[in-house]
């Protein structure tokens, strides 16, 4: 098999035919298939849409499982936004909780009412197939449930607020909840059981206000909805820049602490290597392997040794890793691994893995690809390790210096408050912060691994930026050249 005939898989979960047979489970799958855990939070890219698809294959296999996926679509997400009555009028936390719950409630029905057989609360599941049919066999999807809804509330008031100390007793009444309520915990207690799976959320989220208060309705339903029968269980999948925001934006924080973070430790990083070359080796008639790594990779690069340096070049999640082995293999000529291939494959992946953190942060921080435009131009050839005075000099010369009319820069360039800049940098995974001495020796500290305060005393710019920043950095032979 040729190394640069290796497939690696599709970046995207969703689009990936052969997920499923190389997926790797993990801790945090056995306890979300217990059911232990209805909220989980990731970095982009650390495997939340894998992870649902894996859950959405076991719980299906399951019997009396009924399972429903809910992944709003980015402009259904955009329409609800952009709405200037939702926005002004409308907006609110309990407004979303309430056409949120309509909507699972609705989709539950139509699933149980179009597959189920008469084993279940008859009156209820009569009632379920009623749903099923008027719907043509799938709910409406969240804008028409939002319209509808709206609709209702505006023929009564031109606001919420005019509702007063009715408000939850009319959007419950408006919503048809009680009646849809009624009848699906009826189903559910009688014996169905309901997996409900809440994906792709940050699509056309814009870290508006309504854009928080639609995502904190939907964590209010599923909090509702836990409550009302041990067969009804949600589980949504959040960015973890996301989930910080709104649990900032609440006063109800304490409800939704119990979360899966997903982390990755070395092992479990390296079985995704490893499952998807033995995939390919199996499509191959070659025969699995044990520990395949080493048929692809070479033993070391420099003076490191190949696993320890690509993970170093991550931000601890399955999909940089895999792009940079993407990176290498696509240019390696012939059979044998190559650390010079390795090596050259370093720059296209940083400057990919730049772009890609431009877009995460690109509803916080707008406008960063220009900031890492000026440094790469005004900073090439400049060290990666550098301490408080040489860092504070870089910033200030990009607050007066780039061209960049966004709220946060803005911020940062009338109170020329460099802090603030060191902590955003850190916060998005550009820098880590550098600490010498102690009893474990010297060590950098980066916000996707353990809970640190930084002091920015020294930063290191994250091993996978230095290339696309066009940072000095030379790796030893073993010769020592």
Known sequence: MHISEINWGDDSAERDPF?????VTSDAFQRLRARTKSIVVGRKGSGKSALRKKLEQTFQSEADTHVVNLSPKF????????????????????????????????????????????????????????ISVELNRTSKDLVENVADILSRLKGKAGSLGEFGLTLERELRNVADVDSLEHHLVSVANSGAKFVILVDDLDLGWNNSAVANNLLL?????INHLASLSRNLYVCVFLREDVY??????????????????IRWEKDDLLRILNERVNFNRDRANLGKLANPF????????????????LLE??????????QLARYYTESVEGDDPSDEALKLSEQGYSSWKLDDLCTEYSNQYPGLISIFSYWKTNFFR?????????????????????????????????????????????EIGFIGDYVQGGEGGSKTFYSYLDRHEPRFEEIQIHPCFRRAANTVERIRTKAGN
């Open 19 to 23: 997920l499923l047979e190389y997926f």
């Open 75 to 130: 402009n259904s997400i955009r329409n609800i936004l952009n709405d200037r009555d939702i926005a002004d009028n409308f907006g609110q936390e309990i407004f979303f909780q309430h056409t949120w719950l309509r909507q699972i409630l609705l989709d539950c029905l139509c699933e149980v009412g179009h597959h189920a057989k008469g084993k279940y609360a008859a009156d209820s599941l009569d009632f379920a197939r009623r």
């Open 217 to 221: 309705g939907l964590l209010a339903a």
């Open 244 to 261: 910080s925001i709104l649990i900032t934006q609440t006063q109800h924080s304490d409800k939704y602490r119990n979360i899966e973070r």
């Open 294 to 309: 080493n048929t692809v990779f070479p033993l070391t690069i420099g003076t490191s040794n190949t696993d320890n340096w």
């Open 313 to 322: 070049r991550t931000l601890g999640r399955p999909r940089e890793l895999i």
């Open 382 to 426: 400049h060290k990666y390790h550098l301490k408080r005075a040489e860092i504070e000099e870089m910033l200030l010369r990009i607050a007066t210096e780039v061209a960049l009319n966004e709220e946060w820069f803005n911020t940062i360039v009338s109170t020329t408050d460099i802090d603030v800049f060191l902590k955003i940098l850190y």
